[in-house]
C-alpha cells in the first residue's frame, strides 16, 4: 500500500542523509553501507567504546553492536545525530572496519 511505500521511502532518505551529513563533516571512516543496507536497522560499525561515549555525552542510545533503528531518525534530529557521530568517531578514532 501506499503507506507502506511512505515509510520505506522515508528510511531510505534518512539513510542518505545520514551518509550525506557524514560523508560533509569529512567522519574518519567509510559511510557507504549506510546507503547500501536494507530495513529499519542499520549497523554503524561503531565501536562499544563510541556507543557509550554517543550514550553518555549526547544521550544517543543504542545496542553495544552500533546497531541503529533508521526509523528513529528525522529532520530535527538527523544534524545532531551526525554530528555527534562525527565528534565521537574523531575523539574515538578506533571505528571497526566495515
Not at 31 to 60: A, P
Amino acid at each position: 500500500t501506499g503507506h507502506i511505500r511512505e515509510m520505506a521511502n522515508r528510511i531510505i532518505e534518512m539513510r542518505e542523509g545520514l551518509y550525506n551529513r557524514l560523508t560533509s563533516l569529512k567522519t574518519p571512516g567509510s559511510w557507504e553501507h549506510i546507503k547500501k543496507q536494507i530495513g529499519m536497522f542499520s549497523y554503524t560499525g561503531l565501536t562499544e567504546k563510541q556507543v557509550e561515549h554517543l550514550r553518555k555525552q549526547y544521550h544517543i542510545y543504542m545496542p553495544r553492536s552500533g546497531r541503529i533503528n533508521m526509523c528513529g531518525l528525522n529532520e530535527s534530529n538527523i544534524d545532531y545525530v551526525a554530528n555527534a557521530f562525527n565528534e565521537t568517531i574523531k575523539l574515538i578514532p578506533d571505528i571497526e572496519s566495515h
